[in-house]
């Protein structure tokens, strides 16, 4: 034990999340420090590397530029529909390797003083009083003002704040299990729609072709493996290959098009994507992005809800009026209220996945009227007043009903 250390903020997690919400607390004044298990940075895991609009300005706020492939749009493609919809005027996408994204989180929190301690795991969470205090496997016990858990999906901080929730919802607990996997891939000839994310959708699965920069692009799936496969996440990465090209065998446009490109990584892989938490924050423990709960990667929404939450937690943080306690009060309730309308959106993305019939008469009221599908991203990127939410919702669902009689 090295002693006692009290910074404002601690974070346990410097991936994405953690270190954006260490670079928004920095530059609010608050001093930081952030703890990471792994002893290198940065740091990879499978993940479909699409920033949505408002995820890219959150980050060109905080002064963080990554390079990577400009996305003005979102193309969907199956059942023998077609349809490209748009962001909003002005606004735009990015795709980026997660490594470049860390990298140039990571690059940027020490430029503004945060103290990153890699190859520190987390040890224990305990409570002293009104407050929790974290002891970590080499630099000892910490008793910061606030403790962040950014640490995925898998959250250690929030298993042992007492946050987590393992028992899932009735809905939940009927839904499949679902997982994800990822290889990049260099060569752009193969996508004709270099400007945007390409959804390809098949009965139980989707992939996601992702432009990237320096000519690569990321290729994703997401689906319901066999309940002998579901532990293929953390399988050998010949597992994981094998995988990968079974799914790839039930598009084969893309697998023809893929066959054309050099693979450029092996095959990451990530499940069961659905987790929950009792509750985004207590006492003075908080939980940013996937720690905090994840249903699907469906929507690509995971590093836009991330990144608000950490924007928003750093002013809450930075409020001297409050303290801890209320702060993050404040947090839990407003981050939680938002995450209502993502949430929904990923569920309803999941019904289309399981009902190939429903999904066929989503694409052709997209197909007939693609400007609805711009409003569906404007909807998805926080571009349109919650009013219209409302509006958007039933002309769509007026047209799929209108597509049933059909």
């Known amino acids: 034990m090295s ?38 940075m940065p740091i990879d895991k499978a993940c479909g590397e ?79 009083g009104a407050l929790s205090f974290v002891t970590t496997s080499q630099s000892g016990e910490w008793r910061p003002r606030a403790i962040v858990g950014a640490d995925g999906s898998r959250s250690l901080v929030r298993k042992l704040a007492g946050l987590d929730q393992p028992t899932l919802t009735h809905r939940a607990r009927r ?15 193969t996508q004709p729609a270099r400007d945007r994310v390409e959804v390809f959708w ?25 309940k002998a496969a579901r532990q293929f996440a953390v399988a050998s990465g010949a597992s994981r290959g094998t995988a990968f090209e ?12 893929v066959a054309q490109a050099e693979p450029a990584t092996s095959v990451r892989g990530v499940g069961p994507l659905r987790v929950a938490s009792r509750a985004l924050a207590a006492g003075n423990v908080a939980l940013v992005g996937d ?41 839990r309730r407003t981050a939680q209220a938002r995450r209502r309308l993502p949430n929904a959106l990923v569920e309803g993305a999941l019904v289309l996945s399981r009902r190939p019939g429903l999904r066929r008469r989503f694409l052709r009221s997209l197909e007939r009227k693609p400007a609805l599908f711009d409003s569906l991203l404007a909807l998805h990127a926080r571009a349109v007043p919650d009013r219209a939410v409302a509006r958007i919702a039933l002309e769509l669902g007026a047209r799929m009903a209108l597509g049933r009689r059909a």
């Open 3 to 40: 002693g006692s250390r009290s910074p404002q903020v601690l974070i346990v997690g410097a991936g994405p999340a953690g270190l954006c919400c260490a670079v928004a607390c920095a530059v609010r004044g608050l001093k930081v420090v952030v703890l990471e298990r792994h002893a290198t």
């Open 50 to 128: 699409g920033l949505m609009p408002d995820a890219v300005e959150v980050l060109l706020q905080l002064g963080v530029d990554p390079e990577g492939g400009e996305i003005a749009g979102i193309r969907y493609e199956g059942d023998g529909h077609t349809v490209s919809g748009s962001f909003a005027e002005g606004r735009r996408g990015l795709g980026v390797r997660r490594t470049e994204l860390s990298k140039a989180l990571f690059e940027r929190a020490l430029e503004l003083g945060v103290e990153v301690r890699t190859g520190d795991g987390l040890v224990d969470v305990e409570q002293a």
């Open 175 to 189: 839904c499949p299990v679902r997982v994800g996997i990822r290889r990049h891939f260099r060569g752009t000839e």
């Open 202 to 226: 098949a009965d139980g699965v989707e992939g996601y072709l992702t432009p990237l920069a320096n000519g690569m692009f990321g290729l994703a799936f997401l689906f319901s493996p066999t």
């Open 246 to 257: 079974q799914q790839l065998r039930k598009f084969p446009e893309l697998r023809e098009r």
């Open 291 to 331: 720690a905090g709960g994840y249903i699907d990667a469906i929507t690509g929404e995971g590093m836009a809800i991330a990144f608000a939450e950490a924007t928003l937690l750093a002013g809450e943080l930075a409020d001297e009026t409050q303290d801890a306690a209320s702060a993050l009060t404040r947090y």
